[in-house]
């Protein structure tokens, strides 16, 4: 490549049509602006936590004593499971209508065992129920979107370790986009963008954080955030459903790994925002073919120089473009010298 990447430079991201400035110079720069105390590791159970086995939620229904993961409707759903009449196709203010289900996914009855600390038997039923989550919306839904937040620095409400399942009769602003980019992709070039990627960044391995022979952890060489990861298949794969039981095996492997590394970078639970883009549904969208899809997973973590600092995405960021301080190439390098088999908290 011929650009100096060490010094101000913009990357493209070819799945969104985006671009991100990179500013190499400015990691020297001073901080005296906001900084948080880290999340602490929270104790196994918590009897003032709605998500608790046992805990009464907020409405007054009781969870039950559950083993394992636990799936109930949201009691504050996002959608309503009927759309609403009327609409408008005013060009000003063009309004529709929208419907879908909400519904929260415990990952353990353990209030303190987010992801990293989880068994590989554990995760892989977490893998199991995304997956069998998204086959059952997916018969009614156009689109079904599984993800999690974590931390109260990404305005995560409960610390227990869980995520969430929103499945809607509309496709969402990224699903359409990534469906868009990687459609135009495949017209141009006659491969799948995003295995053609995972191809690539393991050759190079600049970028990689972590990799099996079924899966790739990747700091994106268009990264926005300073330690956000790609999560890539390295087989052709459009939904969660469709992975084979070795394949959802290797997948809760590389998924404890990435984030221990997380959590040992800082010594701290790392908190980030993930989730799954996979290939949309029909519903009452009309779907046409989905070769062009590839499953993958984003995480954005907002953490920037230590568990107390993060990356705000302001001023240019939300009046021009994205903006980073830190390469991905540095960001990968920094991931990879912490262990991702022994958790710091032992």
């Known amino acids: 490549m011929s650009i100096d990447l060490a010094r101000p430079h913009r990357r493209f991201n070819p799945l ?31 009897p003032a936590c709605y998500l608790c086995p046992g805990n009464a939620r907020v409405g007054g229904e009781a969870n039950p004593a559950y083993e394992g993961v636990y799936v109930f409707p949201n009691d504050f759903p996002a959608l309503a499971d009927e759309a609403g009449e009327g609409g408008s196709d005013d060009p000003l203010f063009r309004a529709e209508a929208s419907a879908g289900v909400c519904r929260v996914i415990c990952f353990s009855p353990d209030h303190g065992k987010s992801l990293p600390l989880l068994t590989p038997a554990q995760l892989r039923s977490v893998v199991d129920c995304w997956a069998d989550q998204t086959a059952e919306l997916g018969q009614r839904f156009a689109s079904v979107q599984v993800f999690e937040n974590k931390g109260a620095m990404m305005g995560c409400s409960n610390p227990h370790p869980h995520g969430q399942v929103w499945a809607t009769t509309h496709w969402p602003q990224e699903v359409a986009t990534e469906d868009h980019h990687q459609r135009a992709y495949m017209a141009e070039h006659g491969g799948a963008l995003l295995l053609d990627v995972a191809e690539r960044e393991a050759a190079s391995g600049e970028r990689v954080v972590e990799i099996n022979d079924d899966w790739l952890a990747t700091v994106p060489f268009w990264a926005a955030w300073p330690f956000e990861i790609l999560l890539l298949p390295r087989f052709p794969v459009q939904r969660l459903p469709q992975l084979t039981g070795a394949q959802r095996d290797s997948l809760a492997a590389i998924l404890k790994a990435l984030t221990t590394r997380y959590d040992n970078l800082f010594e701290t639970s790392f908190p980030y925002s993930m989730g799954w883009h996979q290939a949309p549904f029909g519903s009452n969208v009309a779907m046409p ?38 390469t991905p190439e540095r960001a990968a390098q920094m991931l990879r010298a912490v262990s991702g088999m022994v958790h710091y908290a032992g």
């Open 16 to 46: 969104t049509g985006g671009w991100v400035q990179v500013s190499p110079q400015r990691m020297g720069r001073p901080w005296q602006g906001e900084t948080s105390a880290p999340d602490p590791l929270p104790p196994a159970y918590d």
């Open 289 to 326: 073919d989905i070769d062009h899809w590839q499953l993958h997973a984003h995480f954005y973590p907002p953490l920037l120089r230590s568990a107390s600092v993060r990356k705000f995405m302001v001023g240019y960021e939300m009046l021009a473009e994205p903006q980073r301080d830190l």
